[in-house]
């Protein structure tokens, strides 16, 4: 047996071109910044460099449904591969929100933003099996794999989700795939914010087929999936009046009105259970994602998160300059700075999209 | 040992948290892979964050290796001591600090027990989901830095997915706070880095783990199929039928047998392997899945397909499994334990090259395996009293590794690398993934003090590998500068 037949990485020829370009950029010490579909370029702070376009490195599909696990070329479409899931009654099941139909699978890795079901069917990371990288020397290498468990080498695939793209470009992601559940209903519930936060918290104590919450304006939504019968018996006990699933298609891609404003839209992580925020905010993960569009001081929201045991991200509606991740202990920040520079050590990607300096 | 850093260990610990006599560091000379031993130069078993921090620090000064240790179950060697370093036991760091049950987590230090924080919770009506078969023993610090499994993992996930935050000592006496009890916290994901990396990254001083509610109702179907292949393509006609199973094993006639005599499960002697499909959830859901599975095993050539009549039968028809380790070391002097993972499809091929490999270097091979992820643990069964007999079942589990990979699966799918498969990661990785890990090592350990020389073998090591396997007279890594 040959040792070293797997040892090859191989690289086709938009691979080649992008290496190239890679290298280039490391010759000028000129740094690139990433562009896929651009569906999330609102997300971040702006960062300055040359476009490095990505999206046409696409398709290229492996997919197995009995396996299920999806490989594909970073540039492929969302569109393309959820259409494919879907005929073969699979899903990602950390549904990603696409924000226009643009976006891609290596854009929904760099940005890590999951979707309603993500508390219950785990979120894009948790999927996420494996990547082809082009790190910041020019090399390719192949991180994670095509397999459920696999504890070879650190762990640096899981490491690019939510990196904005500032550890390197994404050339090919394999991502963990699901069946779609035979049968998914929504409930609707008329309460006030107190009492449909304890309702949340006393259903996330039973075993419920639950699979996605929204709280806003006086209504509580519960969506649940899963067998018929077991959606059945779940109605049967919750109560409650029918509504539409179609909900969570428009929480997902913020087309709901709350979503419709000018002000900062803040987007709080928080422990399921933590208290009411001030404000009007729409509530979903089943009270562990919390979104308040206001002009207040970006301190007073941080501290809020804060003193809720989570932390704030300023989503949309902003100049892009100030910062807009929470910002890091001294000690955490300094570790960032060591880990980018171990993968991108002349600071070529996406410099500053995450964080100043990073 | 440099007298000026035994002083600094005795002004920090308590006499009895430092062990420094031969005989009272002979049990730390090993892990769960007991083949490797090695005395350390001491044991500290701090019992408080500050004293584990002071250890650290004294380390660093004096330039000493530390390898930090859980309940030491370990089966790849990622606990063994070094000649010249100290052993950090976490065994007194064995407290369950704080059990929400409201947001579903639990703060634990690590040295608590995997299946203690799952009793501990129980009242609550919740448990923590991977389920390693040493629960009953390991440690959850030492499932965090190996990232362990256990038979639940298609459904419920393996470490990675069920832990939210940790507290981590840097070799320089840090503490870092990593994740948080919020989901998917700002930053790089450290906590994915963190988990699995054996050792080499941080020593995990505390942990955050998610709870599960307990589902309404487990049941086990117990299928029997005259070939592998068979059994093979049930399980992923299962899985394609859209049922997703909360466990999914699959066990070769040896390991049947060897189960079947040792527990008394009740398996069907005969067959050529059966799987064992559990299905949890709500009750009206899970009865409607036993009908479905029942149907799709007997139209994948199921001979026979039973249903656990109740719990304690569950239990029986699961303790086979469990017990398949300690029921092959029945019937074998010794025993070698593989961990590959490999893409479903590949199963029945590499099943038949296995039993290929098996008659090649006449030693028996017993398949317990993980269906539903992957996860093969072929068991190589030798005599380490016959001489070349240890030799000959490494150089088979060498090759089965690298079957593993070359059909695009991994070396080691939840036991980790550790010493033992240093060389089989060779075949794994390039030397720029190799560089690249070693490169992150520094990130956070720049003098390479913790763990070192596990988990990612060097630049050199796989140069010296790869020279031993020349074949066809083409030299490997002809790129690699020689060293």
Not at chain 2, 187 to 204: C, I, K, P
Not at chain 2, 404 to 420: A, N, Q, R, S
């Amino acid at each position: 047996m040959d040792m070293n037949k797997h040892l090859r990485v191989t690289v086709n020829r938009m691979e080649t071109q992008l290496i190239d370009r890679v290298r280039q950029a490391l010759t000028d010490r000129a740094p690139l910044r990433i562009q896929g579909g651009g569906s999330k370029a609102f997300y971040g702070r702006a960062c300055l460099g040359e476009p490095l376009d990505v999206s046409g490195h696409a398709g290229d599909i492996r997919y197995e449904p009995s396996e299920l696990v999806l490989t594909a070329r970073a540039g492929t479409k969302l569109s393309e591969i959820e259409a494919l899931l879907a005929a073969n009654n699979q899903m990602l099941p950390f549904e990603p929100p696409h924000f226009s139909p643009g976006a891609t699978l290596g854009g929904m890795v760099a940005a890590g933003l999951s979707g309603p079901r993500r508390p219950w069917g785990g979120s894009v990371r948790d999927a996420v099996l494996g990547v082809k990288l082009l790190n910041g020397r020019g090399e390719v290498l192949r991180l994670g794999g095509q397999v459920m468990k696999n504890v070879a080498g650190y762990d640096l695939s899981r490491l690019m989700v939510g990196a904005l793209g500032t550890l390197g470009v994404l050339l090919e992601v394999s991502v963990k795939v699901l069946p779609r559940p035979a049968e998914e209903r929504t409930l609707v519930f008329e309460l006030d914010a107190a009492t449909a936060a304890a309702r949340q918290i006393e259903w996330g104590r039973k075993p419920l087929p639950l699979s996605a919450t929204l709280y806003h304006a006086g209504r509580l939504y519960a969506r649940l999936s899963g067998s018929a019968q077991g959606v059945q018996a779940a109605r049967a006990a919750m109560g409650g009046e029918e509504s539409d699933n179609a909900l969570w298609a428009e929480a997902r891609e913020q087309t709901l009105r709350f979503f419709q404003t000018q002000a900062p839209l803040w987007r709080f992580s928080l422990p399921a259970a933590a208290p009411a925020l001030p404000g009007e905010a729409l509530i979903e993960w089943g009270g562990a994602l919390r979104w308040i569009a206001t002009d207040e001081p970006a301190e007073a929201i941080r501290r809020q998160a804060a003193e809720r045991g989570g932390h704030a991200t300023l989503f949309r509606n902003h100049d892009g300059t100030g910062a807009v991740f929470h910002p890091l202990p001294a000690a955490m920040l300094a570790l960032h700075q060591r880990v980018k520079l171990a993968l991108d050590p002349h600071g070529l990607f996406n410099p500053g999209r995450l964080y100043q300096g990073l | 040992m440099n007298p000026a850093f035994l002083t600094a260990l005795r002004a920090t610990l308590p006499a009895h948290a430092l062990l420094i006599e031969a005989e009272a560091l002979r049990p730390y000379e090993c892990d769960g892979l007991s083949a490797y031993r090695q005395v350390p130069l001491a044991v500290c078993l701090p019992e408080t964050l500050e004293q584990a921090q002071a250890v650290l620090r004294i380390c660093r000064e004096h330039n000493v290796p530390v390898v930090a240790r859980g309940a030491g179950t370990g089966l790849s060697g990622g606990a063994l001591p070094l000649a010249d370093g100290v052993v950090l036991s976490l065994a007194r760091f064995n407290r369950i600090l704080a059990i929400d049950a409201d947001n579903r987590l639990a703060r634990v230090q690590p040295g608590v027990r995997n299946l203690a924080i799952s009793e501990a919770v129980a009242a609550y009506g919740l448990y923590y989901a991977p389920d390693p078969s040493s629960q009953i023993a390991c440690s959850i610090g030492g499932n965090v830095a190996e990232n362990s499994g256990g038979v639940h993992c298609l459904k419920y996930g393996l470490t990675v997915h069920n832990v939210l935050a940790l507290k981590v000592l840097t070799m320089d006496g840090e503490l870092l706070d990593i994740g948080a009890a919020s989901l998917d916290s700002p930053g790089y994901d450290l906590l994915a880095l963190m988990t699995g990396s054996e050792g080499l990254l941080g020593v995990v001083v505390e942990v955050t783990v998610k709870l599960l509610v307990k589902p309404e109702r487990a049941q086990v179907l117990l299928a029997a199929f005259a070939s592998v292949e068979t059994a093979g393509a049930a399980v992923a006609a299962v899985i394609g039928a859209g049922i997703l199973p909360a466990g999914l094993e699959m066990m070769d006639n040896l390991s049947i047998r060897a189960a079947e005599d040792f527990v008394h499960a009740g398996y069907p002697v005969d067959a050529a392997a059966i799987l064992l499909c559990e299905l949890d959830g709500a009750n009206a859901e899970v009865s409607e899945q036993i009908m479905a599975v029942r149907e799709v095993l007997f139209s994948a050539g199921a001979t026979e397909v039973r249903t656990a009549q109740d719990e304690a039968q569950r239990m029986k028809f699961w303790a086979g499994r469990k017990g398949a380790f300690p029921a092959v070391g029945r019937i074998s002097p010794d025993y070698y334990c593989m961990d590959g993972t490999i893409p479903r499809q590949h199963l029945a091929r590499v099943l038949k090259r296995i039993g290929e490999l098996s008659a090649q270097y006449g030693l028996r091979v017993a398949n317990v395996f993980h269906a539903g992820d992957g996860n093969l643990h072929p068991l190589i069964l030798f005599d380490a009293n016959q001489p070349g007999e240890m030799k000959k079942a490494e150089d088979f589990g060498t090759d089965i590794l690298r079957l593993c990979v070359e059909v695009g699966g991994t070396v080691t799918g939840e036991h980790g690398i550790g010493v033992e498969k240093l060389d089989a990661a060779c075949s794994q990785f390039t030397p720029e993934e190799l560089a690249q890990f070693h490169a992150i090592k520094a990130a956070f350990d720049p003098a390479g003090l913790l763990n070192p020389g596990k988990a990612v073998p060097t630049l050199h090591r796989c140069a010296e590998m790869g020279r031993m396997h020349i074949q066809g007279g083409a030299l490997p890594f002809p790129e690699l500068p020689r060293f």
